[in-house]
């Protein structure tokens, strides 16, 4: 049951409140603790949970990785020499860790700690495609069972909020429904999934690797391995999702008696309008190939442009979640699913994205020459196949790379460097491709009618600068000017920080 709403009820309902926060150095962890603190700056207190050895290099991390982001620009302009101050009064970095139980805390912090809080946020997870089972296991399935039973000990609690991906659907056809996982279930016909089971897996296949005195990169590749087998084996495309899928299933499990709510979102993107257009963090599915083609490193990539590309922005998703639990805060039994995702009420295909940023970049030349100058960039070709994609670089990459293998063995090995170098970036591609597929390449469309029903009681109740404040209706967003003028810029602009932090997997991908 959705509530009402009186006219200043979302900043409203979160001021004297006690907010505890996971994952806020996540992208979309800014972009929440930013605006709660910007719309209501008499909230109580954001307990932001933090990994660190101790207070202070929590509180380092705090000031590095979120606080001291280009996204708080307007919060230290409204406060301006009062900003630290400000700050320092609102968060409260709390040491622990979400992989543990009880976050780590010992019993006195635990009962000190959970009698204040009144929401709790659960945003943290491991996101790469192509994580070590072991880890995504620990993060996004544990992880979520820490949250909800630490949430049961919160006398005040009214409100927990979950963040899980709409892609926990697989790869459907179709409208997919905002539908509960129930535990065990999977998608693939005649398998069940039994969460112990999976941790007993992990736990055996550690072992083991560790008794034949396996080297770390050995367990870390063999873990990996592992994750991508069981995730294809129960029906899902890669270990992030089936993880965070798991994670549903327990808290579906587990959280009786805890208000729930479990948001949905499809591809992230930079902020539309909210502080400002185009703030973005981390190279997303859909940003590897702007970055590549910008830096001239990426000529080619699968995707169907006809279609549909359900992508978000990143403040939207936000203003959805804000929304959603003063909605259902009233309703000790609530526990419903949204889908924040545009493919079903404004669905934008990849051609759009596509035509946008051949305009941008032809009519934005980056500087890619070889004494910086500016280049026009030829066309970035798209093969909406994976067999035709892997014929054209077979042909391409893979034959020469065979010819020059054969070479180097003729030669005693003159090009040994260069032939490891380039087979090393023809297998990173290969795996790239076979791990963006089920999105580039994906024909369902997810259902939004919760998130509909959100919308209209939040559009009769709020009034104007509210509804500005909280927009999350994917109707208001032209997807050409959006692309063009600001999320392509923001890629681009934002990319340099990111492309020195993964630099080897950028470099995988260039001039192939």
């Given at each position: 049951?959705?509530?009402?709403?009186?006219?200043?009820?979302?900043?409203?309902?979160?001021?004297?409140?006690?907010?505890?926060?996971?994952?806020?150095?996540?992208?979309?962890?800014?972009?929440?603790?930013?605006?709660?603190?910007?719309?209501?700056?008499?909230?109580?207190?954001?307990?932001?949970?933090?990994?660190?050895?101790?207070?202070?290099?929590?509180?380092?991390?705090?000031?590095?990785?979120?606080?001291?982001?280009?996204?708080?620009?307007?919060?230290?302009?409204?406060?301006?020499?009062?900003?630290?101050?400000?700050?320092?009064?609102?968060?409260?970095?709390?040491?622990?860790?979400?992989?543990?139980?009880?976050?780590?805390?010992?019993?006195?912090?635990?009962?000190?700690?959970?009698?204040?809080?009144?929401?709790?946020?659960?945003?943290?997870?491991?996101?790469?495609?192509?994580?070590?089972?072991?880890?995504?296991?620990?993060?996004?399935?544990?992880?979520?069972?820490?949250?909800?039973?630490?949430?049961?000990?919160?006398?005040?609690?009214?409100?927990?909020?979950?963040?899980?991906?709409?892609?926990?659907?697989?790869?459907?056809?179709?409208?997919?429904?905002?539908?509960?996982?129930?535990?065990?279930?999977?998608?693939?016909?005649?398998?069940?999934?039994?969460?112990?089971?999976?941790?007993?897996?992990?736990?055996?296949?550690?072992?083991?690797?560790?008794?034949?005195?396996?080297?770390?990169?050995?367990?870390?590749?063999?873990?990996?391995?592992?994750?991508?087998?069981?995730?294809?084996?129960?029906?899902?495309?890669?270990?992030?999702?089936?993880?965070?899928?798991?994670?549903?299933?327990?808290?579906?499990?587990?959280?009786?008696?805890?208000?729930?709510?479990?948001?949905?979102?499809?591809?992230?993107?930079?902020?539309?309008?909210?502080?400002?257009?185009?703030?973005?963090?981390?190279?997303?599915?859909i940003d590897i190939v702007i970055a590549g083609y910008a830096k001239q490193t990426m000529s080619f990539f699968l995707a169907d442009l006809d279609l549909i590309m359900d992508v978000i922005p990143g403040d939207m998703v936000v203003s959805a979640m804000m929304v959603a639990m003063v909605a259902h805060s009233k309703d000790q039994q609530a526990h419903i699913i949204y889908h924040v995702t545009s493919s079903h009420h404004n669905p934008a295909t990849y051609a759009i994205l596509a035509d946008s940023g051949h305009r941008y970049f032809f009519d934005n030349p980056p500087c890619t020459g070889r004494n910086g100058e500016r280049v026009r960039l030829k066309k970035m070709r798209f093969?909406?196949?994976?067999?035709?994609?892997?014929?054209?670089?077979?042909?391409?990459?893979?034959?020469?790379?065979?010819?020059?293998?054969?070479?180097?063995?003729?030669?005693?090995?003159?090009?040994?460097?260069?032939?490891?170098?380039?087979?090393?970036?023809?297998?990173?591609?290969?795996?790239?491709?076979?791990?963006?597929?089920?999105?580039?390449?994906?024909?369902?469309?997810?259902?939004?009618?919760?998130?509909?029903?959100?919308?209209?009681?939040?559009?009769?109740?709020?009034?104007?600068?509210?509804?500005?404040?909280?927009?999350?209706?994917?109707?208001?967003?032209?997807?050409?000017?959006?692309?063009?003028?600001?999320?392509?810029?923001?890629?681009?602009?934002?990319?340099?920080?990111?492309?020195?932090?993964?630099?080897?997997?950028?470099?995988?991908?260039?001039?192939?």
């Amino acid at each position: 049951m959705i509530a009402e709403m009186d006219a200043d009820s979302v900043a409203g309902y979160f001021r004297s409140k006690s907010i505890l926060i996971t994952g806020s150095t996540g992208f979309l962890g800014k972009v929440l603790v930013e605006k709660i603190l910007r719309v209501q700056p008499d909230v109580k207190k954001l307990f932001l949970l933090i990994r660190a050895p101790d207070v202070e290099s929590a509180k380092l991390r705090i000031q590095t990785e979120v606080t001291g982001r280009e996204i708080f620009r307007v919060l230290k302009e409204n406060h301006g020499v009062g900003f630290d101050n400000f700050i320092e009064e609102k968060i409260c970095p709390l040491v622990g860790n979400i992989m543990k139980e009880n976050f780590g805390l010992d019993n006195s912090q635990l009962k000190e700690f959970s009698k204040d809080i009144d929401i709790i946020i659960s945003g943290a997870a491991t996101t790469n495609f192509f994580e070590r089972y072991d880890v995504a296991f620990d993060t996004n399935v544990l992880g979520a069972k820490h949250v909800c039973t630490f949430a049961k000990k919160c006398p005040k609690l009214k409100m927990l909020l979950h963040v899980s991906t709409a892609y926990v659907a697989g790869e459907k056809e179709g409208l997919i429904l905002e539908k509960p996982f129930l535990m065990g279930e999977t998608l693939r016909v005649g398998t069940y999934l039994d969460i112990e089971s999976e941790l007993n897996l992990i736990d055996k296949t550690k072992r083991e690797l560790i008794a034949n005195c396996s080297t770390d990169k050995v367990v870390r590749k063999a873990m990996k391995e592992l994750g991508l087998k069981r995730a294809r084996h129960f029906g899902w495309a890669n270990t992030y999702v089936f993880t965070k899928a798991m994670g549903e299933m327990l808290l579906e499990h587990l959280h009786e008696g805890c208000p729930m709510v479990i948001v949905r979102p499809s591809i992230i993107t930079s902020t539309l309008k909210d502080p400002f257009p185009g703030w973005m963090e981390g190279i997303r599915t859909i940003d590897i190939v702007i970055a590549g083609y910008a830096k001239q490193t990426m000529s080619f990539f699968l995707a169907d442009l006809d279609l549909i590309m359900d992508v978000i922005p990143g403040d939207m998703v936000v203003s959805a979640m804000m929304v959603a639990m003063v909605a259902h805060s009233k309703d000790q039994q609530a526990h419903i699913i949204y889908h924040v995702t545009s493919s079903h009420h404004n669905p934008a295909t990849y051609a759009i994205l596509a035509d946008s940023g051949h305009r941008y970049f032809f009519d934005n030349p980056p500087c890619t020459g070889r004494n910086g100058e500016r280049v026009r960039l030829k066309k970035m070709r798209f093969f909406r196949t994976t067999t035709s994609l892997r014929l054209y670089m077979a042909i391409n990459y893979k034959l020469p790379l065979e010819m020059l293998h054969l070479v180097n063995i003729t030669l005693c090995g003159v090009f040994s460097r260069r032939c490891s170098e380039y087979n090393r970036k023809y297998r990173f591609l290969t795996l790239l491709t076979e791990l963006y597929a089920p999105y580039v390449l994906f024909t369902g469309r997810f259902d939004d009618n919760n998130l509909e029903r959100l919308r209209m009681v939040r559009n009769k109740d709020q009034n104007n600068n509210e509804a500005c404040w909280f927009d999350f209706d994917p109707r208001s967003i032209n997807w050409d000017d959006y692309f063009y003028n600001v999320h392509i810029p923001g890629v681009l602009k934002y990319m340099q920080t990111e492309l020195h932090s993964t630099s080897q997997n950028s470099n995988d991908v260039a001039r192939l």
